[in-house]
């Protein structure tokens, strides 16, 4: 398998290129091709997985993640958030921890050690997360149910089942049809649980990997694999007996790519996730700010209490903005934006539209009395926040950078945000 490592808005062409980079790489005519049919199938959902840029050249949009090709490309595309770094390694952990993030998982499930060590492609490191919590819940023990089984028999188990004993002809009255219980593992978690075991033993290249798939494929062998996934889904349990199960099912979403709303997966049978970065970027802003939330704050994402107008009696075009915080009587409006802004640039980089947005959810959700704010990825252009944008004496926009590295929102502190720790960080 060819192993390509690129970056959101990166170059690819299937002719030679002199210098490959993080930034402009090339590919097999057939990789190329598959790519543009799949662009084809998100342009008929309204998304755009990459542009084309002439005959020979594709221009990566703002995904994130894996494609494995069916001619055997394995194409890594890793977040953009230092302009001329050429080190894959950091980008390759940030995009770890914002995906942790978005699973909501405790930073004690993966240790930093292995964070370090573990430099195989993102597919590989989320099938490796699988396998691990897999092992470790195979260990406390799988959980079995009381299964329903209809059958015959030479002789009496259970309960005789006189209806259908009576429907018997005569050549099979010997026959006794029975219902009885069998505690068994077939149970919806278990069977997602072997399906997204078996997707793994058939997409892994890692040895270490595939050897640990293949021990738990033995060890869960009477169970079998889904054939249902969606209402597996629904039927997973979440109650204090299953709550062992909890560290393993967002690894198990995530591979099955039926659950999880970040994850687009490919058409190929190989191992394909994509996230869509700003997605991402909201859910990990969002995670660490209700971390550091004080205990009488409140951190609402996507928010749906307002519409921008009223038309013949009803509410039109509603207004979800990423965050709404409150604490007691004061609100404020928070909007994620993954884009790279500067101090020297023209108004900042910053676009006329979002502007527009954030006065419009001020003026719906606080009345146009407050504070709203746009959060931007910090980095060394951008690691202050902006002097504060009046839409009226009463009524101000901030914006503000976030530190990724240190999952810290810098200037917080003047707009009057309530988080505490690592959540906020002063003007510099």
């Known amino acids: 398998m060819t192993r390509i490592t690129v970056r959101e808005y990166a170059r690819i062409t299937t002719e030679p290129v002199d210098t490959p980079t993080l930034d402009r790489a090339q590919v097999s005519p057939s990789a190329f091709d598959w790519l543009c049919q799949l662009n084809s199938t998100f342009g008929r959902g309204g998304a755009s997985l990459v542009q084309v840029d002439g005959r020979r050249w594709l221009r990566l949009d703002n995904y994130v993640g894996v494609l494995e090709t069916p001619c055997g490309t394995c194409l890594e595309i890793l977040p953009k958030h230092v302009h001329d770094a050429e080190d894959a390694a950091p980008s390759r952990k940030l995009l770890r921890r914002m995906i942790q993030a978005s699973l909501e998982l405790s930073t004690r499930e993966v240790c930093a050690a292995e964070l ?23 260990q406390r023990g799988v959980r079995f149910d009381y299964e329903r089984i209809e059958d015959e028999q030479p002789f009496l188990r259970g309960q005789l089942d006189v209806t259908a004993q ?16 069998r505690f068994s593992p077939n149970r919806p978690e278990n069977r997602l649980l072997k399906c997204a075991l078996e997707r793994v033993c058939t997409a892994t290249r890692s040895s270490d ?15 079998p694999a889904s054939r249902d996934v969606k209402t597996d889904s629904n039927a997973w349990r979440t109650d204090r007996l299953m709550a ?32 869509p970065m700003e997605q991402l970027f909201e859910q990990y802003v ?9 205990p009488c704050t409140r951190v609402h994402t996507q928010a749906t209490g307002a519409w921008l107008c009223r038309h013949r009696g009803r509410n039109l075009f509603q207004l979800r903005p990423d965050l709404l915080v409150e604490q007691g009587a004061r609100r404020w409006v928070l909007d994620t934006k993954w884009k790279r802004l500067a101090h020297d640039a023209t108004n900042y980089g910053l676009s ?23 959060i931007y ?8 926040a902006l002097e504060a944008f009046e839409f009226s004496p009463t009524h101000r926009l901030w914006v503000l950078p976030f530190d990724l590295d240190n999952t810290a929102l810098i200037g917080g502190e003047a707009v009057g945000l309530p988080f505490s720790g690592k959540g906020t960080r002063g003007m510099t």
């Open 286 to 294: 969002a995670h660490h700010l209700k971390r550091a939330a004080p």
């Open 352 to 374: 006329q539209s979002d502007i527009y947005q954030l006065f419009a959810y001020g003026h719906r959700y606080l009345k146009g009395q407050g504070d709203v704010a746009l």
């Open 116 to 138: 370090e060590l573990f430099e195989a492609p993102l597919s590989e490191w989320v099938m490796h997360r699988f396998l691990v919590a897999l092992d470790e819940l195979v």
């Open 244 to 275: 062992h199960y909890q560290p393993v099912r967002p690894w198990c979403q995530l591979i099955l790519d039926k659950t999880l709303p970040l994850a687009v997966a490919g058409h190929h049978h190989g191992m394909s996730l994509l996230f």
């Open 209 to 223: 990997n595939w050897r640990l798939a293949q021990e738990l494929r033995h060890r869960l062998s009477d169970v």
């Open 377 to 384: 990825p910090a980095h060394a252009m951008f690691d202050r």
């Open 166 to 181: 009576m429907r018997q002809p005569p050549s099979r009255a010997h026959r006794f049809r029975l219902r009885h219980d």
